[in-house]
């Protein structure tokens, strides 16, 4: 764990998600990467040939007075510059060149939708990215996780790197891993075996049936207690239908602590 991406929005939690980042960073020896979540868009043709330059300053500079803010710890943090407006393109040759171990961003970028639980910028790093997601409430501060409730409606794993994160967080804080089995309608016995890695990691192994992996999660929340939520995002399932538009509603999914979100790479 040690090149994490922090996409800055425009909501006032900007700062905090920034900070949880660099706590988390700094447990590990990791560099934290600044990107804006919302950059300049092109200048037109037709406008002067600076005004581009411009844009990109000032939301540079926006950036680098957010960075300010917040207390480094000594973890290196640098500001991405974007050479084009498609935050979700800045990721991808960022992760090339660089190799990203993780994502951590706020469920919402601004503060305009009380119904939403996941805005666009999260819910396109959790459907269009390789990389693990971080998903911060913004009403959680920093605290070391021990406690993870793995949540899977098919356990078997694609790669032993689906787990890759997760067994750095159990590796560096001695945490320890609940999994949870969820039998949905349609149940294939092949989706009930568990693959050896999990088995591993896992201090306990939880088998329900419930109609969605969320209501599993739900029957099981308050019992087990997490401090993380985390869950696979596969080419199917629940989450992934979830996620399609990018947008989730609270209506239809919603987590109080820090969701984790691992990738079939």
Same mark, same amino acid.
């Given at each position: 764990?040690?090149?994490?991406?922090?996409?800055?929005?425009? &909501?006032?939690?900007?700062?905090?998600?920034?900070?949880? @980042? /660099?706590?988390?960073?700094?447990?590990?020896? @990791?560099?934290?990467?600044?990107?804006? @979540?919302?950059? $300049?868009?092109?200048?037109?043709?037709?406008?002067?040939?600076?005004?581009?330059?411009? !844009?990109?300053?000032?939301? +540079?500079?926006?950036?680098?007075?957010? /960075?300010?803010? /917040?207390?480094?710890?000594?973890?290196?943090?640098?500001?991405?510059?974007?050479?084009?407006?498609? *935050?979700? #393109?800045?990721?991808?040759?960022?992760?090339?060149?660089?190799?990203?171990?993780?994502?951590?961003?706020?469920?919402?970028?601004?503060? &305009?939708?009380?119904?939403?639980?996941?805005?666009?910028?999260?819910?396109?790093?959790?459907?269009?990215?390789?990389?693990? /997601?971080?998903?911060?409430?913004?009403?959680?501060?920093?605290?070391?996780?021990?406690?993870? !409730? *793995?949540?899977?409606?098919?356990?078997? *794993?694609? &790669?032993?790197?689906?787990?890759?994160? =997760?067994?750095? +967080?159990?590796?560096?804080?001695?945490?320890?891993?609940?999994?949870?089995?969820?039998?949905?309608?349609?149940?294939?016995?092949?989706?009930?075996?568990?693959? $050896?890695?999990?088995?591993?990691?896992?201090?306990? !192994?939880?088998?329900?049936?419930?109609?969605?992996?969320?209501?599993?999660?739900?029957?099981?929340?308050?019992?087990?207690? $997490?401090?993380?939520?985390?869950? +696979?995002?596969?080419?199917?399932?629940?989450?992934?239908? =979830?996620? #399609? $538009?990018?947008?989730?509603?609270?209506?239809? +999914?919603?987590?109080?602590?820090?969701?984790?979100?691992?990738?079939?790479?």
């Amino acid at each position: 764990m040690k090149r994490i991406l922090v996409p800055i929005g425009i &909501s006032n939690n900007a700062t905090k998600t920034l900070a949880y @980042a /660099v706590d988390l960073a700094a447990d590990f020896g @990791a560099t934290v990467y600044v990107a804006d @979540a919302y950059p $300049p868009a092109p200048a037109p043709a037709t406008s002067m040939a600076n005004v581009k330059g411009i !844009l990109a300053e000032k939301s +540079f500079n926006r950036l680098r007075e957010i /960075v300010a803010q /917040v207390t480094d710890k000594g973890v290196p943090i640098q500001i991405v510059q974007q050479a084009t407006s498609d *935050l979700l #393109e800045t990721v991808k040759q960022l992760h090339k060149k660089i190799g990203l171990d993780l994502i951590v961003v706020a469920p919402l970028s601004n503060n &305009s939708n009380e119904e939403v639980f996941l805005g666009p910028v999260a819910g396109s790093m959790i459907k269009r990215t390789a990389i693990p /997601v971080w998903v911060i409430p913004s009403t959680r501060t920093y605290s070391p996780p021990k406690k993870f !409730l *793995l949540a899977y409606k098919r356990g078997t *794993l694609a &790669s032993a790197n689906m787990l890759a994160a =997760l067994q750095q +967080f159990q590796s560096q804080y001695k945490s320890t891993v609940h999994g949870l089995l969820v039998k949905t309608p349609g149940h294939q016995a092949e989706e009930g075996r568990i693959a $050896p890695e999990i088995q591993t990691i896992s201090e306990t !192994l939880t088998t329900t049936v419930n109609a969605t992996i969320y209501q599993g999660v739900l029957e099981h929340f308050q019992s087990i207690a $997490p401090d993380v939520l985390c869950v +696979f995002r596969r080419k199917r399932g629940f989450f992934e239908k =979830l996620w #399609e $538009p990018d947008v989730v509603l609270k209506k239809d +999914f919603y987590c109080s602590v820090p969701l984790l979100v691992l990738k079939n790479n």
